[in-house]
């Protein structure tokens, strides 16, 4: 099993980034905001869980060795694999996704795009009892998200929603409503959870 990955990052695309590993190119999935974040020529750290399929060997990479874990005891739900599992560390900070599986939060768990209210009842029922044992921690090594120009940062988002299954039309439209607030944050991954938790309404 191999569980973590160093390297320099060669490129980043909007839930991906590949790290060069040995001279080799390692393509990891993660996260908008943690892909956001990543900038080519810097080095990152990934907490790693790979993914073995018949015709796939699939790497999901995490800031943290709690977030990986997290990931990686939501997809112990039957129905819940690592594509809608990233898709709830996407929507929810990590700590946010434990306090809202432990609270038995059904409408928080229903924002990310493929649960409904079954499928939030049936995570609860299973985990809500396990997920106290992770706690956060670990100091992610991943680069620092550099400030880019609102216009930049906009896109961004909107290109990560586009990603995790909105049209243009209802992403534009959500960061723009988002943005029009005078507390509208700044940085790529708050913004994006803001405008995730909008949509979930």
């Known amino acids: 099993m191999i569980s973590s990955i160093r390297g320099s990052v060669l490129s980043a695309g909007l839930d991906n980034v590949v790290v060069e590993v040995g001279g080799v190119g390692m ?102 009892d396990k997920v106290g044992a992770l706690t956060g921690g670990g100091s992610s090594s991943l680069p620092q998200p550099q400030v880019p120009a609102a216009d930049e940062t906009q896109q961004q988002v909107v290109d990560a929603l586009v990603g995790l299954g909105w049209s243009t039309k209802q992403a534009q439209d959500a960061v723009a409503k988002v943005t029009k607030a005078d507390d509208a944050p700044t940085d790529v991954s708050q913004l994006l959870r803001v405008t995730l938790r909008s949509l979930g309404r």
């Open 27 to 128: 393509l990891v999935h993660t996260t908008p905001a943690h892909a956001a974040s990543a900038r080519a020529g810097t080095e990152a750290t990934f907490f790693t869980t790979l993914v073995v399929r018949e015709d796939s060997l699939t790497f999901y990479g995490f800031g943290d060795d709690s977030e990986r874990k997290l990931f990686e005891l939501v997809q112990t739900v039957s129905g819940v694999g690592p594509r809608l599992a990233l898709a709830m560390l996407a929507v929810h900070a990590p700590d946010a996704l434990r306090g809202a599986i432990a609270g038995g939060d059904v409408p928080t768990l229903m924002k990310v795009p493929g649960i409904g209210k079954k499928g939030a009842e049936r995570i609860v029922l299973e985990l809500k």
